[in-house]
C-alpha cells in the first residue's frame, strides 16, 4: 500500500499567517490527492482535489500544489475559523490513504 | 444541497450485533457511490467501504473486507453499515460519505454525514 506522510504534525500559528502543510507519498500518486479540513467534533470537509482543485464553496486563501510524491496545502493568511486538523489522502492506488493529520494550532 | 443524515449514537456490548444508517438526499441516490469511513478515538480517517446502489457494486477497503457490510435500500436513499458481532475495538466514530471517482480507481470524499459514534463497552 501506499504510505503517506505530513509534516509537521502539529503546527502553532497566529492569525493572518501564511502556512504550509507537506504531505509525501511512498510512492508516486501522479496528481491523485485531496486534502480535507476537520475542526473538533465535526466531519471532515473537503477542500482541494486532484492535487491543485479548490472544491466549491473554499475560500481562494487555500491552495494545493504539487505531484508525484510531494504535495503542499497552503493557507496564504491564517483565519481564526481555520484553525483545524487537515488531512491528504492519495486516490491512486485501490488503498485510497489518508494521512496521519496535520493540527494547526493557535500560538 | 446534498445532505447525508445519520443515524444516532449507539453503545453496545461485545458480540452484540448493530446496523447504523445514512439517510441521502439532493442528489440521484442511485447513480452515485456513498460509503463510510471510519475515525478511531483520536486518530486519523480509515475508508471501509463504498456502493454502487444501482447495480449493488460493492468494493471494501482490505483491512475491513469480512468485518462489515455495507448495503443500500435505493427506495428510501438510505445507506447502512452492519456488524454481526461487535469487539471493543469497533468503538469508534463511523462517517457516511459520498465518495467521487477520481483516478481510474481511486475515489475522494465530497460530502460527508455528520457521524455516528459506536461505543462497545462491556
Known amino acids: 500500500d501506499i504510505q503517506m506522510t505530513q509534516s509537521p504534525s502539529t503546527l502553532s500559528a497566529s492569525v493572518g499567517d501564511r502556512v504550509t502543510i507537506t504531505c509525501r507519498a511512498s510512492?508516486?500518486?501522479?496528481?491523485?490527492l485531496a486534502w480535507y479540513q476537520q475542526k473538533p467534533g465535526k466531519a471532515p470537509k473537503l477542500l482541494i482535489y486532484?492535487?491543485?482543485s479548490l472544491e466549491t464553496g473554499v475560500p481562494p486563501r487555500f491552495s494545493g500544489s504539487g505531484s508525484g510524491t510531494e504535495f503542499t496545502l497552503t493557507v496564504s493568511s491564517l483565519q481564526p475559523e481555520d484553525f483545524a486538523t487537515y488531512y491528504c489522502?492519495?486516490?491512486?492506488?485501490?488503498?485510497?490513504?489518508f494521512g496521519q493529520g496535520t493540527k494547526v494550532e493557535i500560538k | 444541497e446534498v445532505q447525508l443524515v445519520q443515524s444516532g449514537a449507539e453503545v453496545k456490548k461485545p458480540g452484540e450485533s448493530l446496523r447504523i444508517s445514512c439517510k441521502a438526499s439532493?442528489?440521484?441516490?442511485?447513480?452515485?457511490?456513498i460509503g463510510w469511513v471510519r475515525q478511531m478515538p483520536g486518530k486519523g480517517l480509515e475508508w471501509m467501504a463504498i456502493?454502487?446502489?444501482?447495480?449493488?457494486?460493492?468494493r471494501y477497503s482490505p483491512s475491513f473486507q469480512g468485518q462489515v457490510t455495507i448495503s443500500v435500500d435505493p427506495s428510501i436513499s438510505t445507506a447502512y453499515l452492519q456488524w454481526t458481532s461487535l469487539k471493543a475495538s469497533d468503538t469508534a466514530i463511523y462517517y457516511c460519505?459520498?465518495?467521487?471517482?477520481?483516478?481510474?480507481?481511486?475515489?475522494?470524499?465530497?460530502?460527508w454525514g455528520q457521524g455516528t459514534l459506536v461505543t462497545v463497552s462491556s
Open positions: 510512492q508516486s500518486v501522479s496528481s491523485w
Open positions: 456502493i454502487y446502489p444501482r447495480v449493488s457494486d460493492v
Open positions: 439532493g442528489f440521484h441516490f442511485a447513480t452515485s457511490w
Open positions: 460519505a459520498r465518495p467521487i471517482s477520481g483516478s481510474y480507481q481511486g475515489f475522494y470524499f465530497d460530502s
Open positions: 489522502q492519495e486516490y491512486s492506488s485501490f488503498a485510497w490513504t
Open positions: 486532484k492535487a491543485s
